[in-house]
């Protein structure tokens, strides 16, 4: 059974950074593409980071490169997302999400949100102006 748990939301200012963290239990990761998506008030679901396990190939959304870091943590099979220069805009609740695969590995990571099948329950993101 894929589990995912997000933590690391939480209320911060304008400029400010926060690190989110996804445990993934029960999927390997070289057999799998994981990603972090966004849901800002009155939005729809946007994926802005990706990363490939076979190949550790990273995708970016134009809205968050620059500012955002995505990586690996093998020793906890857990998915980090470092957020810096935090915005108002940024604020929204932040979902981990999996989906399982072999390969090939000839694609970058998918960043919409129809192409995973498990997600966190997510982690809140509040920035203040």
């Known amino acids: 059974q894929v589990q995912l748990m997000e933590s690391g939301g939480g209320s911060v200012q304008a400029g400010g950074s926060l690190r989110l963290s996804c445990v993934v239990s029960?999927?390997?990761?070289?057999?799998?593409?994981l990603a972090w998506f966004r849901q800002s008030p009155g939005q729809e679901r946007e994926g802005i980071a990706g990363i490939a396990g076979g190949n550790g190939r990273i995708e970016y959304a134009l809205s968050v490169a620059g500012r955002v870091t995505i990586s690996h943590d093998n020793s906890e099979n857990s998915l980090i997302l470092q957020l810096d220069s935090l915005q108002p805009d940024d604020t929204g609740v932040y979902y981990c999400?999996?989906?399982?695969?072999?390969?090939?590995?000839?694609?970058?990571?998918?960043?919409?949100?129809?192409?995973?099948?498990?997600w966190g329950q997510g982690t809140q993101v509040t920035v203040s102006s």
């Open positions: 999400a999996a989906r399982e695969y072999s390969g090939p590995w000839y694609w970058p990571p998918p960043l919409r949100d129809s192409q995973y099948n498990y």
């Open positions: 029960g999927l390997p990761y070289d057999r799998s593409y």
